[in-house]
């Protein structure tokens, strides 16, 4: 069966598309783990086997990001949402304020969390055209206890091409290009990222965090959203999401056997270049963000003629490409190109774009 099943381009936002080879792995797990005769549906999170899966995707994320010594990784629960949360709590000191990026849905959210427990202050925002940039030349507040930002933005599709320079303490959301290209993880004191859009399925949260801001929090901290009670626990303090864990570990596995982050960054820009090269050579298509802030991982772009979108959407179903559409609030399409999604696949878009542009 699986050798007529034709072949799905999944351009999906996310969840994301994963390797063949880790879905394969991953579900003989379910019905036989580790040769044990047990699912690993049904096994005790404190058993020798899963300690190891959960060592080794620790130990995977440290190897595959260079993360240094003195940070701990954590896989949570919650999804970056409660990130937004948890990364407030952990961070707020004296000022009880953390300055916010606005880049988009997902910082705009992470600042309404940031009002809880402290205040949370606009530092710059791009709403003014619908974050279809990255905001310039702002001025970083220095009674900010920490400064938030989203790495890349998965709706609007813009990208911060370099980390802020600031001397306060920062946080990143990087739920949608973590593990895409390489980063220098000694900047930042907390990192959080949902699984599910480049590293994993969806059901667990992964947390890069620098120990010393552990415990420093100047509010209270609920025990499940202070990372100091997971930090103490091996990411272990109470049930962990086993199978996403389990399932990330082995894209983890997937992605070191690649050769690791460096060789990822090199597609994932070759990916990027021959989409973004046919939207701008194209006359019916448009890029719908500002060149020089476009996204890697999520190429968001409209037709100039939008009577074409039912023609468009014809020849992509034809072409078994699924997960184009753009999101509610930019419209047209957004091409999510997460690590498993292969230069193959972003051939057969462009492919597509020509096919319309040859019939209109
Ligand atoms: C999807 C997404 C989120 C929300 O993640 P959940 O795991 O669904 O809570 C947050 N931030 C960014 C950048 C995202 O892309």
Known sequence: MEATMAKVHNYSAGPCILPQEVFEEASKAVLNFDNLGLSILEISHRSKNFVAVMEEARSLVKELLNVPDGYTVLFLQGGASTGFLMSAYNMMRENKKGGYLNTGAWAKKAMKEGNFMGKAVEVASSADKNYSYIPKGYSIPSDIDYLHYTSNNTIAGTQFKAVPETNVPLVCDMSSDIFSKEIDVSK????????????????????????????????????????????DKDSMFNTPPVYPVY?????????????????????NNAKAELLYAEIDRNPLFKGTTAVEDRSNMNVTFVLNDEGLTDK??????????????????????????????????????????QELEKIS
């Open 312 to 353: 468009f959407n014809e020849l992509l179903a034809n072409a078994n490409i699924s997960g184009l559409k753009g999101h509610r609030s930019v419209g047209g399409f957004r091409a999510s190109m997460y690590n498993a999604l292969p230069l193959s696949s972003v051939q057969v878009l462009v492919d597509t774009m």
């Open 188 to 231: 930042f004191d907390i990192i959080y990222a949902g699984a599910q859009k480049n590293m994993g399925p969806a059901g667990t949260t992964l947390y890069i965090v620098k120990d010393e801001i552990l415990g420093k929090s100047s509010v209270p901290v609920p025990t499940m959203l202070d990372l100091k009670t997971h930090a």
């Open 247 to 267: 399932v990330s570990m082995l894209n983890l596995r997937w992605l070191k056997k690649n050769g690791g982050v460096a060789a990822i960054e090199k597609v």
